[in-house]
């Protein structure tokens, strides 16, 4: 099997696959991604989370904000366990997304943890990481913020799926950071972006910067 050009074997098709079942059985129930997408789960979801990892598989330990219906953080943890190596934290604060999280970790041996955290309050409870994803979560000021203590702490990046009105949120961050920045265009979707953010810096409130991350 190839999911966006990257072969995996025969087992990760079918811990896949198996995620796909219970998030199709799990989301009758509860609302885990907008019900009009639903029926474009491979594309949609699975192949869009998957990038994530494909740009950045070094990362060994992964934070995911927002992990709700487990995108990406799901994927990313599958694709881990076809190495045997690396772990995502997957950071979510409703009970029930959370327990669909932990049946769908349990199920399909992907590796990683679900912590019961609002993301402002994680830091305290996981103090590092390589990386940071997040998906349908928050703006981009927002999610720099939240991504603040990781990228201190010594996280070289953070991976941010934003839509068609991406560059409004740039302009927006840009006014209370600075940070170095790659525009990686969705091979899932035409007017959708991976931004990869590096090198940020909390701006002063007058002249100069307060340093962040390096």
């Known amino acids: 099997m190839e999911i966006n050009g990257l072969r995996v074997s025969r087992e990760t098709e079918d811990r896949l696959d198996h995620f796909t079942q219970l998030f199709l059985r799990w989301a009758r129930t509860i ?72 049946v769908a970790l349990q199920e399909t041996g992907a590796r990683g943890s679900v912590h019961v955290l609002r993301i402002e309050d994680a830091p305290r409870q996981i103090p590092s990481c390589d990386a940071i994803s997040a998906r349908a979560v928050a703006d981009l000021t927002l999610l720099l913020q939240f991504a603040a203590p990781w990228m201190e702490a010594g996280a070289t990046r953070a991976f941010f799926h934003k839509g068609r009105d991406y560059q409004t949120e740039i302009t927006k961050a840009r006014g209370r950071y600075d940070f170095d920045l790659v525009k990686h265009q969705s091979i899932v979707e035409a007017d959708s972006v991976i931004l990869e953010i590096t090198r940020m810096q909390q701006l002063s409130q007058g002249a100069g910067a307060i340093n962040v991350a390096r």
Not at 70 to 87: C, N, S
């Open 31 to 102: 609302n885990l991604v907008a019900p009009s997408t639903i029926g474009d789960i491979q594309r949609r979801h699975i192949q869009d989370s998957a990038q994530i990892y494909q740009l950045a598989p070094g990362a060994k330990t992964w934070i995911d904000l927002g992990s709700g219906g487990g995108f990406p953080g799901i994927i990313t943890a599958i694709l881990m366990a076809e190495l045997g190596d690396g772990w995502v934290h997957l950071v979510e604060s409703n009970q029930k997304k959370v327990a669909f999280l932990r």
